[in-house]
C-alpha cells in the first residue's frame, strides 16, 4: 500500500508562481504526488484503494473509508454510503458512516454495525452510523465528500453538547 507517483512529459512541473504548492506536489526527482493510495497486484496492475487525505486515523491504525463503505454497501437496506472521520476524544478520530436507505428499509445503526463486524477488523467497524436522506452532490450528481465530511463533523460536535 503506498501512494501513487506519476513522471513523464505529460506531467506538469510546478503551479504557476506557487512554488509552496508546487514543493507540496512533486517531489526532488519530479515525481507528481497524486493523493491516491493504491497497491500493486501479482500481474502489475494498480488497484486504488483511497484518498491519501480521508485516512482515518482511530488509536493510531489506518482505516480507509472505501474499504468500509465497499462491506456496508453489500448490505441489502443500504442504497449508498460515505465513510469519514470525526473527532473523538478517546480515539483520536472515529469512523462515521453516513448511510441511504433503501425505499422502504427498516434497519438500526447497531445492526448495520454488526452487519460490518463479521468481515472488518474491530478498529475499522463505524463507531457512528448517521441515517440521511440525500448527500450533497455535484452537478454531476457525484457525492461531495468535503462537503458531506464538513456536514458531519459539525453534526457530530452539535450532537456532543
Known amino acids: 500500500m503506498g501512494e501513487i507517483v506519476v513522471r513523464g512529459p505529460g506531467v506538469m512541473r510546478g503551479y504557476y ?29 494498480i488497484h ?3 484518498r491519501k487525505k480521508e485516512v482515518i486515523i482511530p488509536s493510531g491504525s489506518n482505516v480507509y473509508p472505501r474499504e468500509v463503505e465497499d462491506r456496508l454497501q453489500s448490505h441489502p437496506a443500504i442504497r449508498e454510503t460515505m465513510v469519514a472521520g470525526v473527532p473523538d476524544e478517546l480515539l483520536g478520530e472515529a469512523i462515521c458512516a453516513c448511510v441511504l436507505l433503501e425505499e422502504g428499509a427498516i434497519v438500526t445503526g447497531q445492526e448495520i454495525q454488526d452487519w460490518c463486524s463479521v468481515t472488518l477488523a474491530d478498529y475499522k467497524v463505524p463507531d457512528v452510523v448517521r441515517f440521511m436522506d440525500e448527500f450533497p452532490l455535484t452537478g454531476t450528481g457525484k457525492v461531495q465528500r468535503g462537503e458531506l465530511s464538513r456536514l458531519i463533523r459539525v453534526a457530530h460536535a452539535e450532537s456532543k453538547t
Open 17 to 45: 508562481r506557487e512554488p509552496r504548492k508546487t514543493s507540496d506536489s512533486l517531489d526532488l526527482d519530479g515525481h507528481f504526488r497524486t493523493g491516491d493510495l493504491g497497491m500493486e497486484d501479482e500481474e502489475g496492475y
Open 48 to 50: 486504488l484503494v483511497g
